[in-house]
């Protein structure tokens, strides 16, 4: 299974990204797919989340600015981030929990990770 990242790079403090996330290879199901980023000096932290029954979840920095959707046919994941700060300038990272066949357990995969920058 490969999750493959794309959409991230440089905006003015403000502005808007959507990052987008591709699972491929051998996938029965897909449990939860988040996004999460690391910043310079800082831990991974998870960003936002979405089941597969469309329950989100989002970290207090993203609430009422970033929006995770997910497509369950294509197997994909995209995080529109609006309102983007310096603060949130990181490798922004999408991981999903994949069933490879019908009753294998769910294993977590993740992507090679996108950079965010925001400029002030």
């Known amino acids: 299974v490969q999750l493959v990242e794309s959409g991230g790079g440089l905006v003015q403090a403000g502005g808007s990204l959507r990052l987008s996330c591709a699972a491929s290879?051998?996938?029965?199901?897909?449990?939860?797919m988040a996004w999460h980023r690391q910043a310079p000096g800082k831990q991974r932290e998870l960003v936002a989340s979405s089941n597969s029954g469309g329950i989100t979840n989002y970290s207090d920095s993203a609430k009422g600015r970033f929006t995770i959707s997910r497509d369950n046919v294509k197997n994909t994941v995209d995080l529109q981030m609006n309102s983007l700060e310096p603060e949130d300038t990181a490798v922004y990272y999408c991981?999903?929990?994949?069933?490879?066949?019908?009753?294998?357990?769910?294993?977590?995969?993740w992507g090679q990770g996108t950079l965010v920058t925001v400029s002030s």
């Open positions: 991981s999903a929990d994949v069933r490879s066949r019908r009753g294998s357990p769910y294993r977590n995969y």
């Open positions: 290879g051998s996938i029965f199901s897909i449990n939860v």
